[in-house]
């Protein structure tokens, strides 16, 4: 794909999480808008070996959304790739859906991890990348976290072990959108900086701007010539509700009620986007 | 089938060397098989330290990171891997419940759990390290298994069968000073319990490390002409509801003794069963609404009514109301 057709493939991904949502009447629009960029460059070309008409392929690259609440964007990334219709979208939270908020590993075909609670996720994706190195296996593990989800222990656990195993099949990314629920992630607990962090326990960081897709792309290849026996990062440098202007400039926009006026709102701008590319 | 050999002495080989030994076999026969620890290898002694030489892709030490180790191994069963992973059952468990409902079980991993030196088996360590409330903790993860275990032999036979098996095992595991009550040829079925002493006056439903001291309950009461039956409970998830349907009926009075609290752990399970389904006079034996100490395990059994004494005391309570 030419990196124009990248851009109108986000932009595709944000007109359908939104729809998405709107049929819900609510959710996390915010954390979803954020990583349409980083989930379009992953389901183009950075993750191998995947099909979506085999989604559990042997060997496949992986992807742990350990920001589980970001399901629809990754649902809306999924349908858009032929994992499963597009028609699938509405039934988001429905009883009985296959789309649950939060990514499920058993009910939605593609999504390799279940995750909700946050913090777990980049536990798993140490599970996948140390099972296949002990399998002598080429395939590459992804773990996509939220910035105020790092606050988590558990990730800092994680993160010393991808290390001392020496995982350089595990990336980690870092959606950088600089808000969480309660408020900025300054405000709350701050990170300071984050590649610096990763990068003081033994991991290979990069920081890129979150919504600039060659970039993304540029730095998966750096990372992969460049982590050697570490564990490589990116940290991507973002807005919450990315590529949205009504949403970006709302104080709280994690996860917000979406009716008809704001989501029709949202795709005028989002149509007018695709139109221009 | 099992084959029991107690005689009231200790195991000849000690569980953990038995521990060692099987995972070693198991290592060596199916190279999917990981053993994960969260430093606590210590506790099974320097065999396993010469394991993680022999097998040092498949010996993994995960530090002080119990929530971590939980998740990464959870992942590794998704990769077909076949991980056991340890620590004491007190931080295994409430550490890292979230990562064990959430990374194992909630996604459909498989997960061997062991928890060692559940309850007053900590002695030494006191009541920061006791695990009263595993049990009760673990039986709401949907579809887990639960084994407290009483010797080595039992130990080692069901694991050898649940490694092979998908989702989670969670073994509470004394690693000392555990009397042998399996001879080695005993073959165990997971969910069902094991009538160790027939009696009819009424049942002491017992697990993990106080099945042997309801035996010597039993021997005691057996002098007073009381006949009691006593019932390993070795799974308490799935709970053998047919044998404790069995023993209701035939003896009219239940006795449970557990090294845990008596919310939630196998008294509760017993229970609720026949509560529902056949009422019957319960006595619980376990720990009450307080938390462990340190003290040695002569003076913690005598604190929390873990001795045979105080157990016939128990039942010929239950069969005092039986009659009334």
Known sequence: MTVNELKKFATDVRIETVKCLEARTFGHIGGCLSIADVLTVLYNGELKNIDPKNPKKPDRDMLVVSKGHAGPAVFATLALKGYFPLDWLPTLCEGGTRLPSHCDRIRTPGIDASTGSLGQGLSLANGFAHAAKIKDKKNRIYCLMGDGEIQEGQIWEAAMYAHQYKLNNLVGIVDWNKKQIDGTVDECISLLDIAEKFRAFGWYAVTVKGDDIEAIQMAFKQIRENQSDKPGVLVLDGVKGSGVKCIEEMKFNHMIPVDKELADQCLEELEAVKNSL | ?324
Request: glycine fraction near 10%; charge should be negative; include cysteine.
């Open chain 2, 1 to 324: 089938m099992v084959k029991t050999i107690y005689n009231g002495e200790y195991e000849k080989k000690a569980i953990t060397d038995q521990f060692v030994e099987n995972l070693g076999e198991m290592l060596e026969k199916d190279t999917d098989v990981i053993y994960l620890d969260a430093d606590l290898m210590f506790a099974f002694g320097a065999g396993l330290w010469e394991l993680g030489d022999k097998f040092p892709k498949r010996v993994i030490r995960c530090g002080i990171a119990e929530a971590n180790m939980v998740g990464t191994a959870a992942a590794m069963s998704v990769m077909g891997m076949k991980p056991i992973i340890h620590s004491f059952a007190s931080f295994v468990t409430r550490r890292a419940f979230d990562q064990i409902f959430l990374s194992g079980a909630y996604g459909r991993k498989t997960l061997n759990i062991i928890g060692s030196e559940p309850g007053y088996k900590q002695t030494y360590w006191g009541g920061t390290h006791m695990a009263f409330e595993d049990i009760a903790m673990m039986r709401t993860v949907p579809n887990a298994y639960i084994f407290d275990i009483v010797d080595g032999v039992q130990f080692n036979k069901l694991l050898k069968k649940t490694i092979d098996m998908q989702g989670i095992y969670y073994y509470r595991t004394p690693l000392a000073d555990n009397i042998a009550v399996y001879d080695e040829t005993s073959e165990f079925e997971i969910g069902k319990g094991i009538v160790l002493k027939e009696g009819t006056d009424a049942t002491i439903i017992a697990c993990g490390r106080l099945v042997t001291i309801s035996l010597q309950a039993a021997e005691l009461l057996e002098k007073e002409e009381i006949h009691v039956r006593v019932v390993d409970m070795f799974t308490i998830k799935p709970l053998d509801e047919e044998l404790v349907k069995k023993c209701a009926e035939e003896t009219g009075a239940i006795v449970t003794a557990e090294n845990h609290s008596v919310y939630g752990g196998l008294g509760s399970a017993v229970a609720e069963y026949l509560g529902e389904n056949d009422p019957t006079v319960v006595e619980r034996i376990g720990v009450r609404d307080e938390f462990g100490e340190v003290g040695s395990e002569e003076y913690l059994r005598g604190r929390f009514g873990f001795i045979p004494e105080k157990i016939a005391k128990r039942v010929k309570e239950a069969i005092a109301k039986k009659k009334a």
